[in-house]
């Protein structure tokens, strides 16, 4: 059974940070590629960033390239993704996810979710 256990949310005011963590019971670890999505109210679950496997590729939706840090430590079974100028419209439940795909952007692709952290951001 694989479990992600997000944590790190809260409520900050924009152009504050925040730095979220994914703790993982995955053994493997360093064998899946860990994204995050984010879910505002109303809207449907959108890319964040994501982390291959094995070399550490990256990518990063639009909205949050040079904003947004996505790291992990396999050592620690961990990801993270530190979030810098934070702004409204990051609000939502940040969800990580893992995936024995090499890297992708679909929320389809993943297979197991962990259950969320919330992030607001006032303005």
């Known amino acids: 059974q694989v479990q992600l256990v997000e944590s790190g949310g809260g409520l900050v005011q924009a152009g504050c940070s925040l730095r979220l963590a994914c703790a993982s019971s995955?053994?493997?670890?360093?064998?899946?590629?860990i994204g995050w999505f984010r879910q505002a109210p109303g809207k449907e679950r959108e890319f964040v960033s994501c982390?291959?496997?094995?070399?550490?590729?990256?990518d990063y939706a639009d909205s949050v390239k040079g904003r947004f840090t996505i790291s992990r430590d396999n050592t620690k079974n961990t990801l993270y993704l530190q979030m810098n100028s934070l702004k409204p419209e990051d609000t939502g439940v940040y969800y990580c996810?893992?995936?024995?795909?090499?890297?992708?952007?679909?929320?389809?692709?993943?297979?197991?979710w962990g259950q969320g952290t919330q992030v607001t951001v006032s303005s």
């Open positions: 996810a893992a995936t024995r795909e090499t890297i992708s952007t679909t929320p389809d692709d993943y297979g197991h």
């Open positions: 982390i291959s496997r094995f070399d550490s590729r990256t």
């Open positions: 995955i053994r493997t670890f360093n064998t899946y590629s």
